[in-house]
C-alpha cells in the first residue's frame, strides 16, 4: 500500500515562491507516475502538474506553466512542485497523487493514491 506525505505549504504573498515535497512509501515507487493536484475553497479538485516514473515526460496546466516545476528523486521516494511567482489564486489544499503506471494524465481519476494534503495560502 503506497502512503504519501505532502510538507512544505504555508503563507506567502503575492510573487513569491514556496516547495511542497511529498513522500512516498510502500509499493515500487519508482514505478508510479505522481501528479500534484489543488483544490480551493468551494472549487473542483484541479490538476496542476504530473511527472512520469523517470523524471522525463511531466505536463502542468495552463495555470502553472512557467511559473510551477514538478520533479522527483526515485532515489528519496520525493516529488517535488517548486512554485515560482505565486497569485492569490494559486490558494488552496495541495495534494500529492500516484498510480501504478509509467506516465499519466490530468484527471483525478486516473490517480489511486493519494496524500492527505497541504495548504498554501497565497494573499497580501
Known amino acids: 500500500q503506497v502512503q504519501l506525505v505532502e510538507s512544505g505549504g504555508g503563507f506567502v504573498q503575492p510573487g513569491g515562491s514556496l516547495k511542497l515535497s511529498c513522500a512516498a512509501s510502500?509499493?515500487?515507487?519508482?514505478?508510479?507516475?505522481m501528479a500534484w493536484f489543488r483544490q480551493a475553497p468551494e472549487k473542483e479538485r484541479e490538476f496542476v502538474a504530473t511527472?512520469?516514473?523517470?523524471?522525463?515526460?511531466?505536463n502542468y496546466a495552463a495555470s502553472a506553466k512557467g511559473r510551477f516545476t514538478i520533479s522527483r528523486d526515485n532515489r528519496q521516494n520525493t516529488v517535488d512542485l517548486q512554485m515560482n511567482s505565486l497569485r492569490p489564486e494559486d490558494t488552496g489544499v495541495y495534494s500529492c497523487?500516484?498510480?501504478?503506471?509509467?506516465?499519466?494524465?490530468?484527471?483525478?481519476?486516473?490517480?489511486?493514491?493519494w496524500g492527505q494534503g497541504t495548504q498554501v495560502t497565497v494573499s497580501s
Open positions: 511527472i512520469a516514473w523517470n523524471g522525463i515526460r511531466t
Open positions: 510502500g509499493g515500487t515507487v519508482s514505478t508510479l507516475s
Open positions: 497523487a500516484a498510480v501504478a503506471a509509467l506516465s499519466s494524465g490530468s484527471r483525478a481519476d486516473h490517480y489511486n493514491y
